[in-house]
């Protein structure tokens, strides 16, 4: 009965407060957006219903993550609420045994919890139900949905969690220890899902939000099953609930056990720590030894000037200060920030070292990859604030220090001064986390001034001015939790502007450009808008402080009325000319900015955008299929001048008529705006659409069939001022990049500038984009594979940089200051190219094709920056290797040099085009070192990009379904043998290995079969690994000649465009009747295999031989496009291996039996005899075939 009592007072005064009710209308609110701007605009394009139960799970379980943080004072209140209004001496003392009082306040906090939790159904529900979609979209309303949702994911999640809130906040006597605990569970969820594998990660997430969010429930559901399945508490998810539910348990049980009926004692960690050190020194009173004493009043100064005023400031800020960061929960959650600063730091890519350059690190830092790493600071500056700005009235002293001789201005500088110095300690905490990963991993080249830099000045100045408004808000507001909540919902709302880009941004608080900094370009230029729009936040946040500061409360009457009187009082001189001067400054920088957004450049938000690409569908598309000349040549003069940023572009193309019927009329789309266009003959102009970027002329002569015709232009890009997302051209001081279909003019309706997705053409009236058609669809006079066009170009630099471009080099000088570059092709590219410009320093080798006696070497150039930690001899190392076995095999090579060039970014792909394969930064940061586990990552990268000279360029697939298939796929197929022929099969399936670690993860089996696909996670993925499972069933040779006969008949100008159709025929002849059901189901249908080892064991048979038994089960399912699956007979050649002693770390080791078996039944056993002692036995060792769980392929042999 006392229970109960304990229970209902506690939740019925909770149920009574203003914020209890206003957490639950965030929640509501937040649910709602979080399912309309996630959901509700992508449903038209899903393959499910916005409302399929699977969606309502993962849309709450995400709001999970947001009631964490932002409710964590409710069970810090109930549990503290004795000990924070000073009652507890009679709350302890009232004969309550400690599971009744311990317990009855946490079931207050847990029903309260549930009950404000009920927010995110509520708010999902609603953000379906007034959605106008159609029936295709939005399926029946299920009631179960919403209850298996709430009771099997909510409930449990909000008895971990509020166990772990509770803990911390009755056992430190804080509420504040509440929000500790939220950020523990936070971090605990971050760090598995970042640093963990799958299984693990969803067993050990404390909230299991990760088991939704990555589809470990539904990933090999079909599309009926995500419609109308609901998520059920079992595998993985009922585990861990188990745990975790253990977990809290333990936790309530210690609580109790620890929990104290006993008065505060101030034990903090420091004081504690200085009383120990402190206990060995003795005192002696004057008074125990007899001697006469006498008493001295201290002199009390009265004066009230600045020197005072800067002591009051000064204490109260130190004082702020030491009461967060000597507390246990500020010693916790500093912690935290070491801990996610140093861990968001990627020590690997791909399970492959990385160098920890400071400025990566730093990125890392400040672009962290895990949701909690972003959020933890910011979160931490609205819980310090409200500690801060509380601190008196938690106390009960807010009446003295109300009419102490203090100003309101000491008070607030002091808390905020104090607030600061927290923020300087964190960043403190961070720079010291990212140097010591760079120690650890062996990098001593660390840039203390970066660090400087970016942490104390970039990102210190934005979290103060957060801070600044979060104050202001604390103090409008006067209530401890309504300002918690309100903080929360204008930075939610804030987040909601910015993220959809709804208006300027100089009317969204604290929106502004991101700056980025690499070693290559520095800050490039991004540092001056930032700056713009810091300054002018500054100005506003600064006002609205003048003026918040003027109702600050300091009287025991609070009400509006009386702040309202307190602020006529408060006005002075000073007071008005500090807010003219932050007005001032606000609108000056804010019409600075403004002329440069909207004035020197054009101001277009994300949704202009999309209606600008629509617009130019709905007019233009009716000229898509006008017939064009065909692009023959290109000659450009390109002045570049990156301390300008500015480049000048002074081309003509080469047109030819190759159609059957006269073209008297020239479509140009172009991008930036031409200064010029003219044509070598009489014409003139019937369209000219600056804005869309289309023009139309009309020739006065007949451009005949093979008639030829030349346009010149003159493109200008140039950096005005800054746009609303910062620098918006691509030409900087150092590291110049750009493509030309971006920048420079192209012929006829362009369908890349199209929308794209579903969703958003129907926002804006427009049909589906049409499907690709099939591969079976397409005639061979459908398209024929262009001759390409023949390149030149004469680019100027600073003197100090080299300017590349597509051909040979074969002229540089110096003119003007000026230096000069003149580059030509001998042979013909396509019409895609890019041209660089920076401070490069340049390696270069040959290489003979040791299969020819004859012809020029070719030339193998690394361009990099000077001390870039890319190794050239790596690079070359590939390539050599590359084109010695493509030539080989596929024919030889059509340039005569290739380059490796480097430019600024963090992205660690490359990119291929004619003879140039560039990459950004982040690749020369991939450094992989020798061990029993390691591959060459960039090798391969390398050998892929070189393959695509091959296979993208030579070969050039038609417009149709699967042509990733014939690029992608075979270029990493290519180079696979690249990488075996150098390193050996071991180490290639070490790396395939890896591959397959990011291919047998949650994801729907629904999918188009091979021939058919258009994911591109199958052009990489599943494509080459079956390719490679192909060569290994028939051999590499019969695989290899399949694939140089298609190069043979389709890499000629005038010959036909291939699909995957004619890969597959090719690879049908040289496949074996025998075998040709593996090519069907690799290929034709989409088609997976289960395989298990139950058990392996060996016994000897005599002085040499083992006798291996090996029972296995097989299956082989067939899966739709829609997910429903067909259980076909198996009746398949699969490898069986026998493996001796495994190499540390390696499983399985070397093979001392691999032999292909018949396998024709779902259990079978089978029996080998082997020459030494087995250690492991399995089926598909090698995991050729797509088995997604393929971990019990092997197993140890048993004796």
């Known amino acids: 009965m006392k229970l109960l009592n304990v229970f209902s007072f506690e939740l019925f005064y909770q149920a009574r407060r203003f914020h209890t009710w206003l957490a639950f209308l965030f929640l509501v609110f937040f649910a709602f957006i979080q399912t309309m701007e996630t959901y509700v605009s992508g449903a038209q394009g899903a393959d499910h219903y916005l409302n399929a139960p699977f969606i309502i799970s993962q849309g709450i379980a995400s709001g999970l993550l947001v009631w964490l943080v932002t409710t964590a004072f409710i069970t810090g209140n109930i549990a503290t609420r004795d000990s924070e209004t000073g009652m507890y001496p009679l709350a302890y003392t009232s004969g309550l045994r400690k599971p009744i009082y311990v317990g009855g306040r946490f079931l207050a906090s847990y ?69 500790a605990g939220s950020l523990f569970v936070l971090a605990v969820t971050g760090a598995v899902w970042y640093f963990l594998d799958r299984d693990y990660a969803i067993l050990l997430d404390p909230t299991g939000v990760i088991a939704l969010t990555m589809d470990e429930i539904t990933g090999f559901w079909s599309t009926g099953e995500l419609n109308t399945r609901l998520p059920a508490l079992e595998n993985s998810l009922l585990i861990n609930h188990l745990i975790w539910t253990g977990v809290g348990l333990i936790v309530l049980l210690l609580t109790i056990s620890r929990f104290r009926f006993s008065h505060t004692d101030g034990k903090t960690f420091w004081n504690r720590f200085i009383r120990k050190n402190n206990s060995h020194k003795l005192t002696t009173r004057a008074s125990d030894t007899g001697e006469n004493t006498s008493i001295s009043i201290p002199d009390v100064s009265q004066e009230f000037g600045f020197k005072t005023s800067l002591r009051q400031t000064q204490a109260i800020a130190f004082e702020s200060f030491r009461k967060i960061a000597q507390s246990w929960s500020g010693l916790a959650l500093f912690g935290l920030v070491g801990a996610f600063a140093f861990l968001t730091i990627p020590a690997e890519f791909m399970n492959v070292p990385l160098i920890p350059r400071t400025d990566l690190v730093l990125y890392s830092m400040t672009n962290p990859g895990v949701p909690p790493a972003y959020f933890i600071i910011p979160l931490l500056i609205i819980f310090w604030s409200g500690i801060i700005f509380w601190k008196e009235k938690d106390a009960g002293i807010d009446e003295i220090t109300d009419t102490s001789p203090a100003s309101d201005t000491v ?51 934005s979290y103060l001015l957060l801070g600044m408004l979060v104050f202001s808000i604390h103090i409008l507001v006067n209530r401890k939790y309504t300002g918690l909540l309100t903080v929360f919902f204008t930075l939610l709302c804030i987040a909601i502007l910015i993220g959809t880009g709804i208006g300027h941004e100089l009317v969204v608080p604290g929106a502004s450009p991101a700056w980025s900094y690499t070693e290559m370009s520095g800050f490039g230029g991004s540092l001056k808008p930032w700056m713009s729009f810091k300054v ?99 000659s450009l003069h390109v002045e570049i001048y990156p301390k300008e940023r500015k480049m000048e572009i002074f081309g003509t193309y080469h047109l030819v008529n190759d159609t059957s019927v006269p073209v008297d009329t020239i479509h140009l789309a172009t991008e930036a705006t031409p200064r010029r266009i003219a044509f070598d003959r009489e014409f003139h102009a019937i369209l000219q659409d600056q804005e869309l970027g289309y023009h139309v002329f009309v020739l006065d002569e007949t451009l005949k069939p093979n008639d030829s015709l030349r346009v010149n232009f003159e493109v200008l890009i140039e950096q ?105 092709t001998a042979t013909h590219i396509g019409n895609q190219y890019s041209i660089f410009s920076a401070d490069y320093e340049l390696h270069e080798e040959k290489w003979k094709n040791p299969s020819t006696e004859s012809g020029q070497p070719l030339s193998i150039q690394i361009y990099r920056q000077p001390g870039s930690h890319s190794n050239p001899q790596q690079m070359v190392q ?10 080989r095999e596929f024919g030889a090579y059509p340039f005569s040099r290739t380059r490796v060039i480097e430019h600024p970014g963090f992205g660690r792909g490359m990119h291929a085009e004619a003879n140039t394969i560039d990459h950004e930064e982040g690749f020369s940061l991939i450094n992989p070192v020798k061990g029993p586990l390691w ?70 089996r629904a999918a188009k079969p091979l021939l058919k696909s258009n994911d591109a996670f199958h052009y990489y993925r599943k494509g080459p690994l079956s390719l490679y499972a192909l060569s290994q069933y028939i051999g590499r040779e019969p695989v290899n000649g399949a694939l140089r006969s298609l190069l043979e008949k389709h890499h000629l100008p005038g010959s036909s465009l291939p699909t995957s159709l004619d890969l597959y025929r090719e690879l049908q002849s040289v496949t074996p009747d025998s075998l040709q059901y593996l090519l069907y189901d690799l290929f034709e249908t989409n088609t997976y295999w289960e395989f298990e080892t139950q058990q392996a064991s060996a016994k000897q048979t005599d002085n040499e031989n083992w006798e291996v038994t090996i029972n296995i089960l097989a299956q082989k399912n067939v899966v739709s496009i829609d997910g429903s699956k067909t259980e076909k007979p198996i009746d398949d050649w699969v490898e069986i291996g026998v493996f001796g002693p495994a190499k540390k770390g390696y499983v399985p080791g070397k093979p001392i039996y691999r032999k292909m078996h018949h396998i024709n039944a779902r259990k079978q056993t089978i029996t080998v005899i082997v020459p030494q002692e087995p250690v492991y036995a399995g089926i598909d060792p090698y995991k050729l075939l797509i088995d997604l769980e393929p971990s019990d392929n092997i197993k140890e042999v048993q004796r």
């Open 111 to 179: 029903c309260l919890n549930a009950f404000i939790l009920l927010a995110l159904p509520f708010g999902v529900l609603l953000a379906t139900q007034i959605t106008n979609l159609p029936p295709e979209v939005m399926g029946p309303f299920l009631p179960s949905a919403y209850a298996s949702a709430f009771f099997l994911t909510v409930l449990p999640t909000c008895f971990i969690v509020t166990s772990i809130q509770f803990s911390f906040a009755i056992l430190t006597r804080q509420s504040i220890s509440a929000f």
């Open 411 to 461: 008070f607030f500088l002091g808390k905020f001064i104090g607030l600061g110095l927290l923020l300087v300690l964190c960043m403190a905490i961070r720079m010291a986390a990212g140097i010591l990963a760079q120690l650890l991993a062996g990098y001593f080249s660390i840039d203390f001034s970066l660090y400087a830099v970016i942490l104390f000045g970039l990102e210190l100045s």
């Open 536 to 634: 002018y936040w500054a100005a506003w946040v600064l006002l609205l402080t003048v003026a918040i500061r003027l109702v600050w409360p300091r009287s025991k009457d609070s009400s509006f009325r009386m702040r309202l009187r307190l602020a006529r009082q408060r006005i002075t001189g000073a007071t008005l000319w500090l807010a003219i001067i932050a007005l001032t400054v606000a609108l000056v920088t804010g019409g600075f900015i403004f002329y440069n957004t909207t004035i020197l450049n054009e101001h277009r938000t994300p949704s202009d955008q999309m209606e600008q690409r629509a617009e130019y569908e709905k007019q233009y598309n009716q000229y898509e299929d006008v017939p064009q000349p065909r692009q023959t040549g290109t």
């Open 720 to 824: 005005k001022g800054f746009s609303a997302n910062g620098m918006n051209v691509p030409i900087k001081k150092n590291g110049t990049f750009i493509w030309n279909y971006e920048w420079l003019p192209a012929i006829g309706y362009q369908t890349n500038r199209e929308l794209r997705f579903t969703p958003d053409r129907e926002n804006y009236g427009l049909a589906p984009r049409e499907s690709l058609p099939s591969p079976f669809d397409v005639n061979a006079d459908d398209g024929r594979k262009a001759p390409g066009m023949v390149f030149k170009a004469v680019i100027g630099t600073t003197r100090d940089q080299v300017a590349i471009a597509p051909g040979v080099l074969q002229q540089e000088w110096i003119d003007g200051g000026r230096r000069y570059f003149r580059y030509a």
């Open 878 to 887: 590939s390539i050599r290797a590359s084109l010695e076995h493509y030539s």
């Open 935 to 1004: 591959f060459d990552l960039p090798f391969f990268v390398l050998a892929h990009e070189v393959a695509h000279q091959w296979w993208g360029y030579q070969l050039t697939p038609a417009r149709a379904e699967g042509s990733g298939l014939l690029v992608e796929s075979l270029a990493s197929y290519s180079a696979y043998q690249v990488l075996e022929n150098t390193y050996g099969a071991e180490h290639l399936r070490r790396f395939l290995n890896q591959l397959r670690l990011s291919y047998n993860v949650p994801r729907s």
